[in-house]
Nanobody, 121 residues
Framework: QVHLVESGGGLVQAGGSLRLSCAAS????????MAWYRQAPGKERDLVAV???????HYLDSVKGRFTISRDSAKNTVYLQMNSLKPEDTAVYYC???????????????WGQGTQVTVSS
């Protein structure tokens, strides 16, 4: 069983910064892509950023130049550094990881529990 545990959300003023972390725990697995999604009340869940196993990254257009995704493979952890935050960034942020079972070889996705980010104007 694999679990993704998120931390780092909170309340900040516009222009401020937050750093989100998501750590994968468990055994008998490896991780391919890792990503961050966000969902505001009444809206669809959107992909914010993704990082592959070789370190290539992709970002939602509205966060380019402000957000940076990174990973620490030794710790099975992905980060999202968020700078110059805007009120429209307010949402619940979810970690997602593509997991491969070392026992069965099957690939599936896991989700974190979500962490609230609120940006005041």
């Amino acid at each position: 069983q694999v679990h993704l545990v998120e931390s780092g959300g909170g309340l900040v003023q516009a222009g401020g910064s937050l750093r989100l972390s998501c750590a994968a725990s468990g055994s008998s697995f490896s991780i391919n892509d890792m990503a961050w999604y966000r969902q505001a009340p009444g809206k669809e869940r959107d992909l914010v950023a993704v990082i592959t196993s070789v370190g290539t990254t992709h970002y939602l257009d509205s966060v380019k130049g402000r957000f940076t995704i990174s990973r620490d493979s030794a710790k099975n952890t992905v980060y999202l550094q968020m700078n110059s935050l805007k009120p429209e960034d307010t949402a619940v942020y979810y970690c997602n990881a593509e997991i491969r079972s070392s026992r069965t070889g099957r690939v599936f996705t896991h989700w974190g529990q979500g962490t609230q980010v609120t940006v005041s104007s």
